[in-house]
Each structure stands twice: as C-alpha cells, then as structure tokens.
C-alpha cells in the first residue's frame, strides 16, 4: 500500500481526522522522523471535578485546568490535544510524565512538534531523552536482567525539565509535590497537588483499584525477583502517609476511598512477596536500640547508627539505602550520567520512638554510595552537617575526579574534616578519629564510649561471619585503593584502640574481643604473605593498584572552544625516585601542552604535574563521551597507555 492509498482507506476508515495538520508545519520536527499509526482512542474528556479531567487513552491523560492553561499528566497518543478546545484550553503549559512506559507518552513527539515542554522523572530522563541510546547498549541474549525497560520509547524526545524526587513542581498557583514511588517502574513518581481543595496523587501505574496492581510482569527486576512488589509495598505506605483525598491512577478508575484502597493493595501485595520469597517486605524493616544512646539499623544493607543525644540531636555514621531491595534495584538501573536513587527511610521512625528532634552531623566510614546515598538528602531536607576524614573530602566534593569503587555520582560540601588520631567531643560524647585503610583507602575508624561500650565504626573494614575460628572477615577490592599493608595497617589500628564492640558497615553490632583481633592480624599477615609471594619483586604495590598513574580529574566535562586544566598523579611505590614521562592520547584535533611531561617522583610518594586540554570551537564530537589515555614511561622503560580518563562532551541530552 503506497502513502495515498493508505491515506485513502484511513479517511474511509475515519481513523485520520484533523491529525495531519502537524505534519503540514513549515518548521522540521526537532524529533527524527517516525512512522505512526493513526489509531486513536474513542472517547472524551471526563470532569472529575470543576477543574480535573480524565481523558481514557493508551494510559489515563489527566488535565488540571487554570483559565484557559493546563498542565498534562501523562499524554498516551497526544489525542487528548484535539479535545481540548472543547474544555476551553488553548495553552498546554507542560506534560509532567509519572514514568517512562511507551502507553504513558508515545505520542511526545506531538507535543515537541507543539513547542510543548515535558518533563520527567529525574531518575528516567535516560529513557526519554537518550531512547536510541538505551536500545543501542540493551542487552537481549543472555538475558538475566528482566526488568521491563524495553517498554521504552523508540525514539528520543526532547526533555524540558527533570522532575527531582522531593522536589516541588510549581505552576501558576498549583505545587505538586514530586513523591518517590518506585514499583512498577524504578524511576517511577507520584505527583501530589491539591485540586479543587481537594489532594490529589497523580500515582501512575504504582496501583489499579484496591487491592490490584495493573501488571505483575512489570515488577520484575533481576531474574526470578519480585523486586517491585518489595519497592511497591513500600511506596504505597509513603503515599498512605500523605494522606490523599483521591488518587488518580493511570490505568483502572480515580480511586475515591484511597486510605483503604491503599490499604488492602499493600497488603495484597505483602501477603504475595512473603508467597513468593519467604521474606516480609522492606517497609516491614525497623532500627533497634543497641544500647540506649545508640540506635542501629542494619537492614537498610549498609548498616547505618545514630548517636542520640540527650539534647534531642543525632549524629549519624552513614546512611544508606532504604533496604536491599531499593539499592540493589537502583544501583543497576542507574544511568552514566545519574546517581543513584534514594528513597528516605527511618527518620520519622527516629522521631518518633526515639526522641530524635535533629540530624545534627552525618559521618561516612567511607566514600562508598552504599554507604551515603542519603547524605545530599539529609544535607537538603533537614540541614545535616557533613564530617569525615580528611582523605575522603575531594572525593565527596568532587567525585568526578576519581575512578575508585561505589562513588556517589552526586557532590556534597563537607564542613569539617579529621586527621589520623584527631579527637572531638560532639555534644556528650567523645570521638576519636583514625584512618582505617583495606577495604578502601578512604576509609575511617572512628572510637566513641556509648553507654559503657567501647564502640568501635568500623564500615567496611571487618565483620563478623560468624566464624568458628575467631578471625574477621575483609574483603579486598583493588579498585578501590588498597595496598599490600592496608589491612595489617588497620587491625592494628583496632588492637591499639582494644574496642569492646564493632559496628560494622553491613549487619548488625557484635562484640570483639583481643583474642579475636589478634588472630585477624595474624590471618591478614598471611595475606601480605600472598601479595608478595604472587606479584613481582619490587613491583607488589603497582601489581595491586590500577590507579598508581591517573589523570584528574577522572571524568573530565567539557565542551568544544574549552579548555581543561588536568593533572597527571604519580604514585611511587619504590624506596628510590622514579623517573616518569607522560603523553595524552587524544582525538588529532584536541591538544596538550606540555604534549610530554617529564619529572621525577619521591621515594614512598605520590606527585603530580599539570597539563592544559583544549577542545576546539566547533568540533563535532561523535559521542557524548570520549576516552583519552596516557602513555608512560617509567625509568626509561616504555609501558604503554597504561591509563586513562572520559571526557563527557556538554551539550548532549544527559550532559
Ligand atoms: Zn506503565
Ligand atoms: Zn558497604
Ligand atoms: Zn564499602
């Protein structure tokens, strides 16, 4: 069938209407050109109340009218703009989308072609804007990862606005209140504003009716897992919380009655995730009082503690993720250019059975984001203030310039910082700081007497496997800085500080004793033993670390007419100076000046020296992210391009 043919049977047909008259603007469209069908729903707009309306197309449209403006929820064909002069609408001033599923907004592009702004969830913007990128890199064969992203766009749009989780989206006199409510999609929001005087939840697909979900294949995530019914569950009592009037989801009926709809849908879902894993849900997780000073709560993955004072304020040591599911879930999902999702957890819970008025300071052990992927949030949301160990501050205020383990894609300012052995006192108690390298290089062990305990937050560094031999468990991970004395380094630290207790970074408290960390030293004596026996003589430590020779920072952002002041760090291992020559490897246009640097390097050190990056004007950069090396020499010896960096290219959607 040609186009006229097929024009001809859909205007017999009747299917076509006024739609064509899009595709007769002079101005190209911004979107590269798709092929649609002309289906369309059948219906008109429903009012719901003087100025809400529901319009029945591939998802539930909602329009909240002002004068003669509206905003969109969700936009399924685009149909509903032919229907709106009949509600005396001539201006659509957004579509605010709850995720990022075809049915929700297959017809964007119309809205683009309009010069209508949408905006999205921030933590699915990658689905809309980069569309063709995410069908580029998804991965069919070998298919372990079952989450439902393939109901994804088949082409980019173009993106106006991210909408934040927290964050309040105001038009004209309307706020709606951007609620996290992972489920049946992991970017998922609900929107919350009030309507007519009435509050509404623009909820998306996170429930049908009471007691029902609209799909169970959508909440798959990993292979067999009922990850979103987990995340829904949790979702819904953070939405019950708030206390809407009605809820309008984006398939089934406007549910009037959404306290016990609500209700009866989490507990639907809670009755199948026990069926379905044997376990309760997340929302089912609560912190426990260790001793009556020291709250912990471990079920949140990486265990997190809040010191309470008597004066009502909290000093926390990390604060993670809502549970395993919600970093597990997340973490995967996360885009190259996002940072992972955080969904608040325990903080009412603190308040309200443990007299907590404040989070007064929040600590890392370490810079892992399992770790402290709450932080910005406390920092936002409850004016928290941000100590750590010295050697953890860049990377926290600027995590671009590393490529270690677990980084927090998103800055945060630290207001106080602590050498090796500093001591505070922070309302009753005191604290004493010290570097507690192995698991990381960036890690701290930091010493407090809680209620006749001698606590001992340890993060990552040790933890109790419950083993019948009486040695902590370590880990080793060498992307994230480790050298062959790090852990000997740190059990030492611990036996000189003789705590009566750790608090791991992962599981509960758990008593230690000398006998304990003294067979720990001698097990990771045995493990040095390892590192020097397997790696070349002299060469242990460069064996060990993928880093020793880096460019900062790590994740260079720039655009085409800039130009990038970077620095080559050299870490030298060896009891004697090191010679080093250094040369970029770069796209031919870009330059470097010095092209070669040369110096030496100190005994037992690490040094660095500068070189200036400049992108032409005008270059056309055939990627958002380009990779560039450095070739080495070491004392004459030519080692290669034995290290490297991104460039992330500004301009494109996601930068
Ligand atoms: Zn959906
Ligand atoms: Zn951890
Ligand atoms: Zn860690």
Redesign the pocket.
């Given at each position: 069938m040609d186009n006229s043919t097929r024009r001809q049977f859909l205007e017999s047909a009747g299917a076509l209407g006024a739609a064509p008259a899009a595709a007769q603007q002079k101005t190209p469209p911004a979107q590269p050109a798709v092929k649609v069908t002309a289906l369309a729903p059948a219906g008109k707009p429903r009012k719901l109340s003087e100025n809400l309306y529901l319009f029945e197309d591939t998802c539930n449209v909602y329009v909240i009218k002002d004068g003669a403006s509206c905003v969109l929820i969700d936009f399924g064909s685009g149909k509903i703009l032919d229907q709106l002069r009949g509600l005396g609408i001539t201006q659509v001033d957004y579509v605010l989308h709850t995720h990022h599923h075809r049915d929700q907004c297959q017809g964007d592009r119309k809205a683009v072609e309009r010069n209508i702004p949408i905006a999205v969830p921030a933590h699915e913007k990658h689905l809309f804007a980069e569309a063709e990128n995410f069908w580029r890199n998804r991965r069919i064969f070998h298919l372990y990862y079952m989450r439902n992203d393939f109901y994804t766009l088949t082409k980019n749009v173009k993106v106006s606005k991210v909408l934040a989780d927290y964050s309040t989206f105001r038009w004209k006199k309307t706020d709606f209140f951007v609620l996290p409510t992972p489920g049946h999609t992991l970017g998922s929001i609900t929107l919350l504003a009030t309507v007519d005087g009435k509050k509404v939840a623009f909820s998306g697909d996170l429930m049908y009716a009471a007691g029902k979900i609209q799909t169970l294949h959508d909440t798959q995530v990993n292979y067999g897992g009922s990850e979103g019914i987990d995340l829904g569950i949790y979702s819904l009592s953070r939405l019950r919380e708030l206390k809407p009037a009605l809820v309008c989801p984006s398939h089934g009926q406007p549910i009037p009655n959404p306290e016990v709809a609500i209700t009866q849908t989490a507990d639907s879902l809670t009755a199948y995730y026990k069926f379905q894993t044997g376990n309760a849900s997340s929302e089912a997780n609560r912190p426990y009082a260790v001793s009556p000073h020291l709250v912990a709560h471990y079920q949140t993955t990486?265990s997190f503690y809040a010191i309470m004072s008597d004066s009502g304020k909290a000093l926390f040591i990390d604060y993670g993720a809502a549970s395993a599911v919600h970093f597990g879930s997340f973490e995967r999902a996360t885009a190259v250019t996002d940072r992972i999702r955080f969904v608040e957890h325990s903080i009412d819970e603190l308040k309200r059975s443990y007299g907590m008025k404040s989070v007064d300071v929040v600590m890392p052990s370490?810079m892992?984001d399992?770790?402290l992927n709450g932080f910005p949030h406390l920092i936002r949301h409850y004016g928290a203030k941000v100590w750590c160990y010295e050697n953890m501050v860049d990377v926290l205020e600027n995590p671009r310039g590393y490529n270690l383990?677990?980084i927090l894609a998103e800055p945060f300012k630290v207001s106080r910082s602590f050498r090796h052995k500093e001591t505070f006192k922070w309302e009753e108690f005191e604290f004493e700081v010290t570097h507690s390298p192995g698991?990381?290089e960036y890690?701290m062990a930091l010493f407090a007497t809680i209620d006749g305990n001698r606590v001992a937050f340890t993060?990552?560094a040790f933890f109790d496997a419950g083993r019948k031999d009486g040695i902590l468990r370590h880990n080793l991970i060498f992307r994230?800085h480790v050298e062959n004395d790090s852990h000997v380094k740190s059990i030492r630290n611990l036996i000189e500080h003789s705590p009566t207790l750790i608090a791991p970074?992962h599981g509960r408290p758990y008593p230690v004793d000398k006998s304990m960390m003294a067979a720990t030293e001698q097990h990771l004596l045995g493990q040095q033993k390892f590192f020097f026996d397997l790696l070349p003589e002299g060469e242990t430590d460069f064996g060990m670390d993928p880093s020793w020779v880096r460019i900062y920072p790590y994740e260079i952002l720039m655009a085409p007419g800039e130009r990038k002041l970077l620095q080559i760090h050299v870490r030298n291992y060896k009891p004697e100076p090191m010679k080093i020559e250094v040369g970029l490897v770069v796209p031919a246009e870009w330059t470097v000046e010095p092209e070669v640097v040369k110096f030496e390097v100190p005994p037992k050190v690490e040094s660095h020296r500068s070189v200036i990056l400049r992108v032409p004007p005008g270059w056309a950069a055939p990627s958002p992210r380009v990779a560039i090396a450095a070739d080495v020499v070491r004392d004459g010896k030519h080692l290669g391009e034995i290290t490297e960096a991104v460039v992330d290219m500004k301009g494109w959607p996601s930068y």
């Amino acid at each position: 069938m040609d186009n006229s043919t097929r024009r001809q049977f859909l205007e017999s047909a009747g299917a076509l209407g006024a739609a064509p008259a899009a595709a007769q603007q002079k101005t190209p469209p911004a979107q590269p050109a798709v092929k649609v069908t002309a289906l369309a729903p059948a219906g008109k707009p429903r009012k719901l109340s003087e100025n809400l309306y529901l319009f029945e197309d591939t998802c539930n449209v909602y329009v909240i009218k002002d004068g003669a403006s509206c905003v969109l929820i969700d936009f399924g064909s685009g149909k509903i703009l032919d229907q709106l002069r009949g509600l005396g609408i001539t201006q659509v001033d957004y579509v605010l989308h709850t995720h990022h599923h075809r049915d929700q907004c297959q017809g964007d592009r119309k809205a683009v072609e309009r010069n209508i702004p949408i905006a999205v969830p921030a933590h699915e913007k990658h689905l809309f804007a980069e569309a063709e990128n995410f069908w580029r890199n998804r991965r069919i064969f070998h298919l372990y990862y079952m989450r439902n992203d393939f109901y994804t766009l088949t082409k980019n749009v173009k993106v106006s606005k991210v909408l934040a989780d927290y964050s309040t989206f105001r038009w004209k006199k309307t706020d709606f209140f951007v609620l996290p409510t992972p489920g049946h999609t992991l970017g998922s929001i609900t929107l919350l504003a009030t309507v007519d005087g009435k509050k509404v939840a623009f909820s998306g697909d996170l429930m049908y009716a009471a007691g029902k979900i609209q799909t169970l294949h959508d909440t798959q995530v990993n292979y067999g897992g009922s990850e979103g019914i987990d995340l829904g569950i949790y979702s819904l009592s953070r939405l019950r919380e708030l206390k809407p009037a009605l809820v309008c989801p984006s398939h089934g009926q406007p549910i009037p009655n959404p306290e016990v709809a609500i209700t009866q849908t989490a507990d639907s879902l809670t009755a199948y995730y026990k069926f379905q894993t044997g376990n309760a849900s997340s929302e089912a997780n609560r912190p426990y009082a260790v001793s009556p000073h020291l709250v912990a709560h471990y079920q949140t993955t990486s265990s997190f503690y809040a010191i309470m004072s008597d004066s009502g304020k909290a000093l926390f040591i990390d604060y993670g993720a809502a549970s395993a599911v919600h970093f597990g879930s997340f973490e995967r999902a996360t885009a190259v250019t996002d940072r992972i999702r955080f969904v608040e957890h325990s903080i009412d819970e603190l308040k309200r059975s443990y007299g907590m008025k404040s989070v007064d300071v929040v600590m890392p052990s370490h810079m892992h984001d399992d770790h402290l992927n709450g932080f910005p949030h406390l920092i936002r949301h409850y004016g928290a203030k941000v100590w750590c160990y010295e050697n953890m501050v860049d990377v926290l205020e600027n995590p671009r310039g590393y490529n270690l383990g677990c980084i927090l894609a998103e800055p945060f300012k630290v207001s106080r910082s602590f050498r090796h052995k500093e001591t505070f006192k922070w309302e009753e108690f005191e604290f004493e700081v010290t570097h507690s390298p192995g698991h990381t290089e960036y890690q701290m062990a930091l010493f407090a007497t809680i209620d006749g305990n001698r606590v001992a937050f340890t993060g990552d560094a040790f933890f109790d496997a419950g083993r019948k031999d009486g040695i902590l468990r370590h880990n080793l991970i060498f992307r994230n800085h480790v050298e062959n004395d790090s852990h000997v380094k740190s059990i030492r630290n611990l036996i000189e500080h003789s705590p009566t207790l750790i608090a791991p970074g992962h599981g509960r408290p758990y008593p230690v004793d000398k006998s304990m960390m003294a067979a720990t030293e001698q097990h990771l004596l045995g493990q040095q033993k390892f590192f020097f026996d397997l790696l070349p003589e002299g060469e242990t430590d460069f064996g060990m670390d993928p880093s020793w020779v880096r460019i900062y920072p790590y994740e260079i952002l720039m655009a085409p007419g800039e130009r990038k002041l970077l620095q080559i760090h050299v870490r030298n291992y060896k009891p004697e100076p090191m010679k080093i020559e250094v040369g970029l490897v770069v796209p031919a246009e870009w330059t470097v000046e010095p092209e070669v640097v040369k110096f030496e390097v100190p005994p037992k050190v690490e040094s660095h020296r500068s070189v200036i990056l400049r992108v032409p004007p005008g270059w056309a950069a055939p990627s958002p992210r380009v990779a560039i090396a450095a070739d080495v020499v070491r004392d004459g010896k030519h080692l290669g391009e034995i290290t490297e960096a991104v460039v992330d290219m500004k301009g494109w959607p996601s930068y």
